[in-house]
């Protein structure tokens, strides 16, 4: 199995408009990402913003965790956010995998838009599998990573679709849904008999 990491990225994202901004960090994303991320095995997350100014209450909620009450009361909290780090920038979070792994991971970014060249959850789990080349999965916050950055992907998964036209999940719900796609037990390709 290629070693996963993960990115929540606050920045280059869009907004409603289409504009290139940064956007805030919140606590539920770092939480219950750290969670979902932890739970699929992925070796590391990174919480991905250039305002230093949010450093301080990333690492409060962190440290509440990781070491505060929250630890007393829940380590098995402390356990998923242990896996957490800042980054100031993908190509930050980029150069840390390389660190660890040894080369650099591929990039795998999520949309929830339509697009020429997707690929499937299906193809993309297959690849998790054969393929020893670590993998930084982008997250992005906002209305989606910009297009600058999905130019910069390896690979852009499919767009998470219900039986409805709306389409709008919060990036925790949309990172829990890709995590499992792509390597929860249930999801992994068969081998054919």
């Known amino acids: 199995m290629s070693p996963v990491y993960c990115a929540l990225v606050?920045?280059?994202v869009v907004d409603r408009g289409g504009e290139e901004v940064s956007t805030s960090v919140t606590n539920l994303d770092v939480?219950?990402?750290?969670?979902?991320?932890?739970?699929?095995?992925?070796r590391g997350y990174f919480?991905?913003?250039p305002i230093e100014a949010q450093y301080p209450v990333v690492q409060r909620i962190l440290d509440?965790?990781?070491?505060?009450?929250?630890?007393?009361?829940?380590?098995?909290r402390a356990e998923a956010l242990s896996i957490v780090e800042i980054s100031s920038s993908v190509d930050d979070a980029i150069t840390r995998v390389e660190a660890r792994e040894g080369q650099p991971p591929r990039l795998v970014a999520t949309s929830a838009q339509s697009g020429v060249?997707?690929?499937?959850?299906?193809?993309?789990?297959?690849?998790?599998?054969?393929?020893?080349?670590?993998?930084?999965?982008?997250?992005?916050?906002?209305?989606?990573?910009?297009e600058s950055l999905l130019r910069r992907a390896d690979t852009v998964l499919e767009p998470i679709?219900?039986?409805t036209d709306y389409n709008h999940l919060s990036v925790r719900a949309a990172a829990a849904?890709?995590?499992?796609?792509?390597?929860?037990?249930?999801?992994?390709?068969?081998?054919?008999?």
């Open 10 to 12: 606050h920045h280059p």
């Open 31 to 42: 939480h219950d990402i750290a969670r979902s991320a932890r739970t699929y095995g992925l």
């Open 47 to 49: 919480v991905v913003s």
């Open 64 to 76: 509440h965790w990781r070491e505060g009450s929250g630890k007393n009361r829940f380590p098995e």
């Open 117 to 146: 060249g997707r690929t499937s959850y299906e193809l993309e789990a297959a690849r998790l599998i054969r393929e020893p080349q670590p993998t930084l999965l982008l997250f992005g916050t906002g209305h989606g990573l910009s």
């Open 161 to 163: 679709q219900g039986p």
């Open 177 to 193: 849904i890709t995590l499992d796609r792509l390597l929860g037990r249930n999801s992994r390709p068969k081998d054919p008999i």
